[in-house]
């Protein structure tokens, strides 16, 4: 036994612990075969949370989506645009089940399919969904719309006999710390303005701790304040959560890709992925260029 | 003495001639005694086709026959007859009334109706052959071989041999039996096939000959029947097809084009029926000579009426309701409760009478078991018209392109200088205006009543839910599915359980294919 | 944007609002809430008992009648159906004001309730009908020779009630999961709960059906044994009335306090957003729907031996479309609403048709009418709009 020898022993050693630490589920093998699914379980061991695959929507003749592909890695935060008509909420609708393709594949991790589930199955999975309109419970408090969304039980009977414990409580509070709506923990939802509607919304769908959150036009509506506000939030969450934002407002986009330029952006347009890149690039893509001045 | 031979002698050559007069024994047989020996004489009588019969058959159903002891009488025009002489007699103090009873009545009637077969008038004859069909039997038989043998005309002929065939399919003779079953084959009538069913019963027939020959006749009968009875099914299924489409048209137009749901449909309909009565009423205590063009001004005034009505209730109550489909269903089951209630004040509770003019009573014979009467003829006439003017209105006018740029997309429309509130009442005016279209249909085919809405709105929600909204085809398909699909059933299973197993088709329906049969496509059909 | 009914709740945290105080002690609020047992439902519930089960039982009993004080036997029974009635409000309030499904055809459960006590009280006849016969008067009628299967277990009182609950049950149940099941909302869920009832009383008006036909049922003699016309088994039967009445609302507070009724509401408001939080609306809608129509199955068998007589006619489109203007007159998402509603409405009605019967029409017509575009919140919102006004 060399001195050498017991060098390399052990960086050999530590290089296989190393491996092992950083191995994930499937103890760093890059193959596939012979993996165990588990049910219900987001597997993001190849990158993608989420695999939208030639998906293909007509409605009467019209095609609202047109072969659409799109990947997006875990964790990623990324900015969908595109001018109206292009596809973005028919996008949404389809992962999250409210509407059937006609054709393609949408897988959320490698081994969930999102085409066989029902919307509240999707929503329970780990798929978070904010709409273009703010969709509250407009006569229930906003403590009551967080108190909805707590992730627990959704049974009958769960909910009949339901009472809240000291953890879900904090949760609550704390969450209506971060949607900046702690004062207004008692008001009714439906006298809210816009934006803390918007708000609102965004924490019902934190509440279920969502891997994936899909966010329509997330800051339609808010003031300057407030963007900057969802801004920060978004990026708050960037990481733990993947997020999908679709937005027309470009210095929010800004806003979101200010801490790295390279962050993608995709361009939507017909129902199809038109471009892809960093925000620069896309902004100086001619083609992204007609179709927005339509020249 | 001579006086007495004489008589003797004139009465003998009287009875010999057997056709001239009836005896004083034949008369006491059938005036006075028991039922059965009455009946009996009756028949003798009928039989033997005396000519003077008639007369006192007649008296006998007039109650103009009386008797005392064993002298029989007949009174006309306050003076008292000898039945059998015919001569005038002075009327005893004692004298009793023959009484008839119903099934004596029956068999006076058809010892009348078996002479009348030997009438010289051809129109008696037929008239007389029909009215035996009902109560033929075996001591009719010499009368009707009698007629058979002397009939000129031949239809007539060949309807006195199914009648002489339908006799001798009980005879004690077997080879008659079999030749009647044969020659019955030939019938057009459902009388015959239950007839010929009834010898098919296990202890009628029983020579397996006779039996054989008897379904064969069957079947050939029923095959020459079904045609009737197919066609029979689906023109009433069109014709109630034609009337819910009536019904539906006007409800498709508000709620499918605007939106509203109108529980008061039914009522409007009720509205034109009611104004069809009045134009009625008008006309037959001012134009009676016009009176069977009375419809033609009805129509009009039906469709004014629900119109105006409709245009009211649009005006005062539905406008402030749109968007709120629930609340426009309770406000106008409101609405529908106060018009029924009005209408009972003015015209009272019970069903008012709706005459048919003449042109529309009764029907045309297409074939043996098929008459298609001429008042549902003309309502799917009329059905078609109105909706081929209403397809026109809707896709060729300016109106009709207002309605629809209004209904689906009101605030645009707003801005192209339409005025909504203006078409928004021309349209529910429409719709309330072909409900009362309808209801004048249904004046001509029903009762009129207070209620008379209430009986179709739940098939015509039906119909607007199968046939989806958004477009008037849709509305065509159902109605007239719904219609043949009922009565086919009705033939199945009675009408009550076929409304039911129509309502429970329709949920089941609605379950695969929520939008109806015709829907808007596209993202606003999930509002 | 229409405007918004105020619950009791909202308003109360209306009132907090410029207190602000500090987080936890106010979320720590939330934390008892299922079960608001204040002050207020307390002693309302007591009276309403005490009324029930005491004053009222003595002022027909025991004052004599002759006195200003004595409740007639006339009053005992009408209120009486009027407590049945109130019920169904409650049950229409549940499905229609908390969770926006608007039933017309809910006279069906009420009906089916109301048979099957029928059936029990015909049997209870016993010998005594008008062809003394062990089969009821109708089925002698029509030469039937021995009760049909479905009379089966009529003679059993425990049986009867197992019915009472089970036949609405299992109608609601499989109507309400094909129902829900394909989405069918709004208007056209209305429509189809009217083509329900609709056929159902044209099946129960046939003779053949065994139920007595377009006559029904009527002619009871006795009740468990003890004769119904005498006014004790009245009052006894007035005061279950009024217990079970006061239980379905106190069991509808709690329900709609709890988790599981602002569910309904949710789903009322916003029911996509409620499937995307991950619950399934299927399952909230149809357990609702069939209590619902449980509760109105039982007030129609509370209804039958004290009215005498059920017949097809209660389950008429009619019929049912009064449940919803009574919850409408009331005033929706309340609880107490419907059951001042059902009072006022069939109040109105007695009146009237005592009065000027050819104008009852007349008035529930425009009562339909004036709910519907002057008074969406029902009398409690006209209440509660007065008081808010008095105190600011």
Redesign the interface.
């Known amino acids: 036994m060399t001195p050498e020898l017991m060098e390399a022993g052990t960086k050999a050693l530590e290089a296989a612990r190393e491996r092992h630490a950083n191995a994930g589920q499937s103890g760093g093998r890059e193959a596939s075969y012979g993996r165990v699914v588990e049910e219900g379980v987001v597997d993001v061991v190849h990158g993608p949370i989420l695999y939208l695959d030639e998906i293909t929507v007509s409605f009467d003749g019209f095609k609202a989506l047109n072969d659409l592909s799109l990947y997006i890695d875990a964790g990623e935060l990324r900015c969908i645009i595109g001018p109206n008509g292009a596809g973005k909420t028919t996008m949404m609708d389809v992962i999250?089940g409210?509407t059937r393709p006609d054709s393609g594949k949408a897988f959320f991790g490698s081994t969930i399919d999102l085409l066989r589930l029902?919307?509240?199955r999707i929503?329970?999975i780990g798929i978070?969904?904010k709409?273009q309109k703010p969709?509250?419970?407009?006569?229930?408090?906003v403590?009551?719309n967080l108190?909805?969304?707590l992730k627990d039980d959704?049974?009958?009977k769960a909910?009949?006999?339901?009472?809240?414990n000291g953890e879900q409580?904090d949760r609550?509070?704390s969450m209506?710390q971060l949607i900046h709506l702690?004062?207004s923990?008692?008001?009714?939802a439906?006298?809210l303005s816009h934006g803390q509607k918007q708000w609102l919304e965004i924490g019902?769908l934190l509440m279920?701790d969502p891997k994936l959150l899909l966010l329509d036009e997330p800051v339609a509506g808010m003031t300057d304040e407030e963007t900057e506000r969802t801004a920060e939030l978004f990026l708050s969450l960037e990481g733990n959560h993947s997020l999908v934002v679709v937005e027309h407002d470009m210095k929010f986009i800004h806003e979101l890709t200010r801490d790295n330029p390279a962050k993608k952006v995709t361009v939507l347009h017909e129902g199809s992925v038109l471009a892809e890149g960093s925000l620069a690039e896309v902004q100086s893509n001619e083609k992204v260029v007609e179709v927005y001045l339509g020249r | 003495m001579h006086l007495r031979a004489l008589t003797v002698v004139l009465v003998t050559w009287l009875l010999a001639a057997n056709a001239h007069a009836l005896t004083a024994e034949q008369v006491r047989a059938m005036a006075i005694g028991e039922n059965d020996a009455r009946a009996a004489a009756i028949g003798l009588v009928a039989a033997s086709g005396d000519d003077k019969a008639p007369a006192f058959f007649q008296a006998l159903l007039d109650d103009a026959v009386k008797t005392a002891g064993d002298k029989v009488f007949v009174v006309r025009d306050g003076k008292a007859l000898d039945a059998a002489s015919g001569a005038v007699v002075m009327l005893p103090d004692n004298a009793e009334d023959v009484v008839n009873s119903n099934r004596m009545r029956r068999e006076i009637e058809g010892a009348l109706a078996s002479l009348k077969l030997l009438s010289t008038d051809a129109n008696q004859r037929a008239a007389a052959i029909k009215e035996l069909h009902d109560g033929v039997d075996e001591s009719k038989l010499p009368l009707i071989e009698k007629a058979y043998a002397i009939e000129s005309d031949a239809k007539l002929k060949s309807e006195l041999g199914l009648l002489r065939a339908g006799v001798l399919i009980s005879s004690a003779d077997k080879t008659k039996r079999l030749e009647a079953a044969k020659s019955l084959a030939d019938s057009h009538e459902p009388a015959t096939k239950t007839l010929l069913l009834d010898r098919l019963k296990p202890d009628a027939e029983t020579e397996p000959e006779v039996r054989a020959q008897l379904e064969l006749s069957v079947s050939a009968i029923q095959s020459r029947l079904a045609w009737g009875e197919r066609l029979g099914v689906v023109f009433t299924g069109a014709s109630l097809g034609s009337i819910l489409l009536l019904v539906a048209l006007g409800l498709a137009i508000t709620y499918g084009l605007m939106g509203v749901?109108n529980m008061a449909h039914g009522e409007l309909m009720m509205i034109g029926a009611y104004a069809t009565y009045v134009v009625q009423n008008i006309f037959k205590a001012h134009l009676p000579g016009l009176f069977d063009y009375y419809i033609v001004a009805a129509i009009p005034a039906a469709f004014l009426a629900s119109a105006l009505v409709g245009a009211a209730m649009e005006r005062s109550?539905i406008r402030?309701?749109y968007g709120?489909?629930?609340?426009?269903?309770?406000?106008t089951?409101?609405?529908?409760?106060?018009l029924?209630?009005?209408v009972?004040?003015i015209f009272g509770a019970q069903n008012v009478q709706v005459e048919n003019p003449r042109w529309l009573s009764g029907g045309v014979q297409a074939m043996s078991n098929l008459t298609l009467p001429f008042n549902r003829i003309a309502i799917i006439v009329f059905a078609v018209l109105v909706l081929a003017s209403l397809a026109f209105m809707v896709a060729r006018t300016r109106l009709g392109l207002f309605v629809r740029g209004v209904t689906q997309n009101r605030p645009m429309a707003a801005c192209m200088g339409v005025n909504t509130a203006k078409v928004d009442t021309y349209a529910f005016a429409l719709g309330s205006g072909i409900a009362g279209l309808a209801g004048c249909a249904l004046s001509q085919v029903g009762n009129v009543g207070p209620d008379l809405g209430?009986g179709y709105?739940?098939d015509s929600?039906?119909v607007v839910?199968l046939g989806g909204v958004g477009q008037l085809a849709g509305t065509v398909y159902a109605a007239l599915g719904l219609g043949i699909l009922n009565k086919l059933l009705e033939g199945w299973t009675g009408a009550?359980l076929a409304?039911?197993m129509v309502?429970?088709f329709?949920?089941?329906f609605?379950?695969?294919r929520?939008q109806g049969l015709f829907a808007m496509k596209g993202r606003s059909a999930e509002a | 944007?229409?405007a918004?009914?105020?619950?009791t709740?909202?308003r109360e945290?209306?009132r907090?609002?410029p207190a602000?105080p500090p987080?936890?002690s106010?979320?720590?609020r939330?934390?008892e809430r299922?079960f608001d047992t204040s002050g207020g439902v307390r002693v309302i519930a007591l009276s309403a008992l005490l009324l029930i089960a005491v004053i009222a039982p003595i002022l027909n009993l025991a004052v004599p009648q002759g006195s200003a004080l004595h409740l007639s036997d006339y009053a005992v029974a009408l209120i009486a159906k009027i407590m049945c009635y109130a019920i169904c409000a409650l049950a229409m309030d549940l499905i229609w004001g908390y969770t926006g499904i608007?039933s017309?055809g809910h006279g069906v459960f009420f009906a089916l309730g109301g048979y099957a006590m029928g059936m029990y009280l015909m049997r209870q006849i016993g010998r005594d009908g008008n062809y003394q016969s062990d089969l009821p008067d109708f089925m002698v009628f029509l030469d039937w020779k021995a009760l049909p299967w479905h009379w089966a277990f009529s003679d059993s009182f425990v049986a009867t009630l197992a019915l009472i609950v089970l036949v609405p049950g299992l109608l609601a149940f499989v109507f309400g999961f094909?129902?829900f099941?394909?989405?069918?909302k709004?208007?056209?869920f209305?429509?189809?709960t009217?083509?329900?009832t609709?056929?159902t009383m044209?099946?129960f008006?046939?003779n053949e059906t065994g139920f007595g036909g377009n006559n029904g049922f009527t002619d009871f003699k006795r009740i468990l044994g003890i004769a119904i016309a005498r006014p004790s088994t009245r009052m006894l039967l007035f005061v279950i009335t009024g217990c079970t009445l006061l239980g379905f609302f106190l069991f509808a507070r709690w329900?709609v306090a709890?988790?599981?009724g602002?569910?309904l509401?949710?789903i009322?408001?916003?029911e996509?957003?409620?499937?995307?939080?991950?619950?399934?609306?299927l399952?909230?809608k149809l357990?609702i729907w069939v209590i619902s129509a449980v509760m109105c199955g039982i007030a129609g068998a509370l209804y039958v031996p004290q009215v005498g007589i059920i017949n097809p006619s209660e389950m008429s489109?009619?019929a049912s479309?009064e449940i919803?203007?009574w919850t409408?007159v009331g005033g929706r998402?309340s609880l107490i609403g419907p059951i001042v509603g059902a009072f006022f409405v069939n109040g109105a009605k007695s009146w009237f048709t005592q009065a000027f019967p050819?104008f009852w029409?007349?008035f529930?017509?425009?009562?339909?009418?004036a709910?519907?575009?002057f008074l969406?919140q029902g009398i409690i919102g006209l209440v509660k709009r007065r008081k808010k006004e008095e105190r600011a």
């Open positions: 999250t409210k029902r919307e509240n929503a329970s978070g969904r709409f969709t509250v419970f407009e006569h229930l408090s403590f009551e108190e909805l969304a959704r049974g009958v909910s009949m006999f339901f009472r809240l409580l609550i509070g209506l702690k004062d923990a008692q008001r009714t439906g006298l019902m279920q | 749901i109550v402030f309701l709120r489909p629930l609340e426009t269903l309770l406000a089951w409101g609405i529908s409760l106060v029924m209630q009005g009972r004040s209430q709105i739940v929600f039906m839910v009550v409304k039911i309502l429970v329709i949920v089941v609605i379950q695969k929520p | 944007m229409s918004l009914p105020e619950t709740l909202s945290r209306e907090e609002q602000n987080m936890a106010s979320l720590a939330w934390r299922p608007l017309l094909f129902a099941r394909s989405r069918i709004g208007v056209y209305s429509i189809i009217q083509a329900m609709f056929a044209l099946l008006f046939r329900l709890s988790k599981f602002r569910v509401q949710a009322r408001d916003a996509s957003r409620v499937m995307f939080t991950g619950y399934d609306p399952r909230y357990t489109p009619a479309i919803a203007i409408a998402a050819e029409l007349y529930l017509g425009a009562l339909f009418i709910v519907t575009l969406p």
